[in-house]
């Protein structure tokens, strides 16, 4: 039987929110020792990971030649409009769970756990992933001498599974679950130590491009190009030939080239969200959270354009190996040796990246399982090294079994689907969040006399913001254009139905772009007239939700140009997640569709929120009943039944 009752009960159940008006930042059974500077060494090193030495060539080479710097600021911005989100709900609500924790206090719980699902899917397939990557390049520098070793002796000739089972790649997982597992402030100092390492490899590379480049690589005449071609492809004249390496110049594949190079590199900056995840273990997370997202970021970006520069500096883009650049590169300054250098950095920066990717896949896991929304087991702490030490050893079993069988690269784009999920909703939650009257995360402190009281409202609350804007408030246009000065609960609704709208809008104008691009290309009437209609009413929307008042509460930090700002983040992070392919979102479904079956089965009956809200029941209906009695009288004694509105029993801060 289901903890509520029939059909709108059931609903209420799947879109209730968590209130941590109970909890303050010192309550948590986790150790509360990381500064400032570990969030940002942890956000650059499980964000600047191994792509940094293959990712440039590979674009540059494919998609847009020296503009590839233009590439990766586009990309960032895009990246900086996700970050700026994760920011102000760090500095919100500071906290274990990452985007599942903003989903949770916001739109609800049904919601929270499809985010918090597929955040553990995309850091299995990551953790799993860079595991074998790190493998895959130390084995290089031996020679190959692993992979024909296990290749020879230990093949699997099985559809689905890897050619043969990675054993260093188990090792890796396991060594570094066990060192998070030891504690997160040792795990910090690794990190610290193998970032330092990478920065100063790509510091190295950037020095070299400047000194040892040629700034006519990016002046490379169209002429030029069409004579390689012609001998490229053995013709005798170049007058009929077109030139496969564009036009030349500074962007030779025009603009366009340089967007596919953005849409690219944008996964370039996946990452940062693991510092999100670190609300109960660092001090002073408000201001931490921000600025070690921010921080992260822009020197990530600094790196990634340092490093695109000076290998299209060194050589012509259209030479570089779209798998080894780096070595290559050097190599063709005359500088051989150099390519050890960047063996070294590459392996520091799997390192790191590794270590991004399993940090905050415990986490998640275990704020869901202190929710009830998981099994409890999973919300174990350890009494000494004050680390989610069950989940942290489970998830590392999980993705070391992953990387010792299976072949993950047609699994990689479901870790887009997740993450780029997450990045849609947390910018739908600050949109939704910054409109409300009340902000039901945070209340006052409990009240006994009040408890009751607040209970029946509560239990109302729904069935009052539908009919508030027929009977009270009467909807109209007017009301739409020209609200009150201060939210009230008209100005919410209409703002959920906005951002509602928004989404139906972005998801059908990401759509149209995608798989009717033909169509508007040939400039077909229908095509052309349903982008114009589709463009214009996002503008519209977007200039309502921006009409309609602000929560006036301040905190920490505070994303800049709302709504503007988290609406075209949102069309981003659905317009790329429409790129993936069929079959990704056909392997989606069936991980979606375990989730769903784990949530219905276990989640909705042990929610710790569904707890709370029987016990609200209950209270409400022996206040309606002492009320009936006494109409006038006051009752003194207080309500036990309603304790439960503290959330978690107060436990002071564990420390290191």
């Not at 089972?165 to 100092?189: Q, Y």
């Amino acid at each position: 039987m289901l903890p509520c009752g029939p059909a709108l009960s059931f609903v209420r159940c799947l879109v209730r929110k968590k209130n941590v008006s109970g909890e303050s930042p010192e309550d948590s059974k986790l150790c509360r020792c990381l500064s400032t500077v570990d969030l940002i060494a942890l956000g650059v090193g499980s964000t600047l990971g191994a792509g940094v030495y293959v990712l440039a060539g590979e674009v540059a080479k494919s998609d847009s030649g020296p503009s590839i710097v233009v590439s990766f600021l586009i990309a960032a911005l895009a990246s900086v409009m996700a970050g700026l989100c994760y920011a102000e709900f760090g500095a919100r609500v500071p906290k274990t769970g990452s985007a599942y924790l903003y989903t949770y206090v916001t739109v609800g719980e049904l919601w929270a756990f499809i985010t918090g699902w597929n955040l553990i899917l995309s850091y299995v397939i990551g953790t799993s992933s860079v595991a074998r990557a790190w493998s895959g390049t130390f084995d290089e520098l031996l020679g190959k001498q692993i992979g024909h070793f296990f290749g020879t002796y230990f093949k699997m000739n099985y559809s689905g599974l890897a050619e043969y089972p990675d054993f260093f790649a188990v090792f890796l997982i396991l060594l570094l679950s066990g060192l998070l597992s030891f504690g997160v402030k040792e795990s910090a100092w690794v990190n610290k130590i193998f970032t330092a390492i990478n920065i100063l490899v790509l510091l190295f590379v950037m020095i070299s491009g400047f000194v040892k480049g040629d700034a006519d690589n990016w002046k490379i005449s169209e002429e030029y190009l069409l004579n390689l071609t012609a001998i490229t492809e053995s013709v005798s004249s170049y007058e009929n030939v077109t030139s496969i390496y564009g036009s030349g110049g500074f962007m030779p594949y025009g603009f366009t080239g340089t967007l596919a190079g953005a849409a690219t590199c944008f996964y370039a900056f996946v990452g940062f969200d693991c510092i999100a995840t670190t609300g109960e273990e660092v001090k002073n997370p408000q201001k931490a959270i921000p600025i070690g997202i921010v921080a992260s970021l822009l020197v990530c970006f600094m790196a990634y354009f340092g490093v695109s520069a000076a290998l299209t500096l060194m050589m012509p883009y259209y030479l570089l190996d779209e798998k080894s650049p780096l070595p290559v590169a050097f190599e063709y300054v005359g500088w051989g040796p150099a390519k050890y250098v960047v063996a070294v950095g590459s392996l520091c920066a799997l390192s790191t990246s590794l270590l991004g990717s399993i940090f905050p896949m415990p986490r998640v896991i275990y704020a869901m399982a202190k929710d009830g929304l998981l099994f409890k087991c999973l919300a174990q702490i350890s009494s000494k090294t004050k680390t989610p030490l069950v989940a942290t050893l489970s998830s590392g079993a999980v993705a070391a079994i992953m990387a010792f069988l299976f072949d993950l690269k047609a699994l990689v784009d479901m870790m887009s689907i997740g993450t780029l999920l997450a990045y849609s909703l947390v910018a739908t939650c600050v949109l939704i969040l910054r409109y409300q009257p009340t902000l039901t995360y945070e209340q006052p402190k409990y009240s006994p006399e009040k408890a009751a009281l607040a209970a029946c409202e509560r239990e109302s609350a729904v069935s009052e913001s539908q009919i508030n804007m027929i009977q009270e408030n009467r909807f109209s246009l007017q009301a739409l254009i020209n609200p009150s000065s201060l939210p009230t609960q008209q100005t919410a609704t209409t703002v959920n139905f906005l951002v509602g709208l928004l989404a139906f809008l972005v998801c059908g104008l990401s759509v149209l772009t995608t798989y009717g691009i033909h169509f508007i290309a040939n400039l077909e009437p229908w095509s052309i007239g349903l982008l114009a209609v589709l463009v214009a009413s996002f503008i519209v929307t977007i200039l309502l939700i921006q009409r309609q008042p602000q929560n006036q509460q301040k905190v920490a930090f505070m994303v800049p140009l709302l709504p503007f700002l988290p609406s075209f983040s949102i069309l981003v992070n659905i317009y790329l997640m429409v790129q993936l392919s069929g079959d990704t979102w056909i392997r989606f479904s069936f991980w979606m569709a375990l989730g769903i079956l784990i949530y219905f089965a276990y989640g909705i009956r042990h929610s710790l929120e569904g707890h709370r809200s029987e016990e609200d029941d209950n209270s409400c209906s022996e206040n309606s009943g002492l009320q009936e009695k006494n109409p006038v009288e006051e009752v003194d004694e207080p309500e036990n039944a309603n304790e439960s509105d503290q959330f978690l029993p107060h436990e002071r801060t564990s420390e290191c």
